[in-house]
């Protein structure tokens, strides 16, 4: 058995008295050495800091302390306010599995910048930065938007107002705090368009005010704020291989994204779907397929522009030579590549109850999908869009290429 005990900046002083007697108390201590330095030398007690690299030494150290089978209080770890946020906590559950490790929190960094900020936690976005790229933030811009952002170093808060400004949020107020709770605890608060410090204390965390979108900012990212799918063309890079904002929004109701689901992206052409299934739903994640490099390129490039690189996989491949390396999916979206052998696939990797839809804009493929739904059931749609454009003096409905989509659960009729 493990203790992990979160402390803050203040250190020691800080701790509540079951969690002081618990570091005070143990035969071995484990941290990182800036938390070992909070509290006090024992006699007798051995202090070991975390490997580096840390996930490549840790099982290592863990074996060599006797970590899972311990007597409690013997085996200590230190780790920041709450060791569930962005922590070791978590890695350490991975590791040894939840009845091996008691969670103690402290007072996290983030409660602390609420409490400065006078920010209910219901109203309140936590966002890390902490070794991830600083587009991530993207995908939680939205006006009146209130985030904490947890920054990797004192380079992070420059990083982010840039970031801000060049998307057109540069009114967005920002206030840095670092050394929360501590004796060097500071702060500054400028707007991300007049942001001007190059770099602060490492140990910093970001509060975001997100305001309107300016005038500045492209009608595409203006478009694109907000959680409902079927953001506008414009806002992804293509080619013209892309479901068009109407048809994605049904096939992204039909595919119904759930927190921590996994959608396979077949014939991933721009990567619309996808993307606006990973912004649908916390740890919503995507295999997305696609043979065309450049294509595949394209999607890479939408992620990142939509904040969610790191929950999306590009996979360079024509769609059923790709499928054995793939994790379950808990719905499939085909956008091109249709053949009876890949449905077939599909429909034996998908888990049950999960979801698949697919498109055909074809004579050949539409054959296909009625195929289909006379083998599996579902609910087969031909969606038909018209919009009023200009015809001379007039105005007149000019259509849409028509769609077959055909949509199924495992499972169900």
């Known amino acids: 058995m493990i203790d992990v005990v979160g402390i803050g900046d203040g250190g020691e002083a800080e701790l509540s008295p079951q969690s002081r007697a618990l570091v005070m108390g143990a035969r071995t201590l484990l941290g990182g050495r800036r938390h070992l330095d909070l509290v006090p030398d024992v006699p007798g007690q ?3 800091p975390w490997p580096s690299p840390l996930r490549e030494g840790l099982a290592a150290l863990l074996a060599e302390v006797h970590a899972a089978d311990a007597p409690i209080g013997h085996v200590v ?6 060791p569930l946020r962005s922590g070791i906590g978590t890695t350490l559950i991975d590791l ?3 009845g091996a490790v008691r969670v103690h929190p402290g007072l996290s960094s983030e ?3 609420r409490a400065r900020m006078g920010w209910s936690a219901e109203q309140t976005t ?3 930065l902490v070794g991830r790229s600083p587009d991530g933030v993207r995908r939680h811009l939205a006006p009146g938007a209130h985030l904490v952002v947890l920054c990797s170093d004192g380079n992070t808060p420059g990083v982010l107002a840039r970031l801000l400004t060049q998307q057109g949020w540069g009114a967005s107020l920002m206030t840095a705090w670092w050394h929360l709770g501590g004796a060097a605890e500071g702060s500054l608060r400028a707007s991300a368009a007049g942001w001007s410090a190059e770099r602060t204390a490492d140990l910093v965390l970001v509060c975001v005010e997100v305001s309107a979108v300016s005038a500045s900012a492209s009608p595409s990212t203006a478009a694109a704020v907000g959680p409902a799918p079927g953001r506008p063309e414009a806002s992804f890079e293509h080619d013209g291989q892309i479901s068009k904002r109407d048809v994605r929004a049904s096939a992204l109701a039909h595919l119904r994204p759930t927190p921590g689901g996994h959608l396979w992206d077949l014939g991933a052409g721009s990567g619309a779907v996808g993307i606006e299934w990973a912004l649908a739903a916390p740890g919503a994640s995507v295999s997305a397929v696609e043979r065309n490099a450049a294509r595949a390129e394209r999607i890479r490039s939408n992620a990142r522009e939509f904040g969610v690189v790191s929950d999306v996989t590009v996979v360079e491949s024509a769609s059923i030579d790709a499928l054995a390396d793939l994790p379950d999916p808990d719905a499939v979206f085909v956008g091109g590549g249709l053949s009876p052998a890949l449905i077939d696939a599909v429909r034996s990797r998908l888990r049950p109850g999960g979801r698949l839809v697919a498109h055909a804009v074809t004579l050949s493929t539409e054959a296909l999908l009625v195929g289909a739904q006379e083998r599996f059931g579902g609910e ?3 969606i038909s869009i018209e919009r009023a454009t ?3 003096e007039h105005v007149s409905w000019t259509p849409s290429r028509a769609v077959v989509q055909w949509s199924s659960t495992k499972g169900m009729p």
């Open 46 to 48: 051995t202090r070991r």
């Open 77 to 82: 770890a230190l780790a920041s306010g709450d």
């Open 96 to 98: 040894l599995g939840a």
């Open 111 to 113: 409660t602390l910048a």
């Open 126 to 128: 936590v966002v890390t």
């Open 380 to 382: 087969l749609t031909r």
């Open 390 to 392: 200009s015809l001379g």
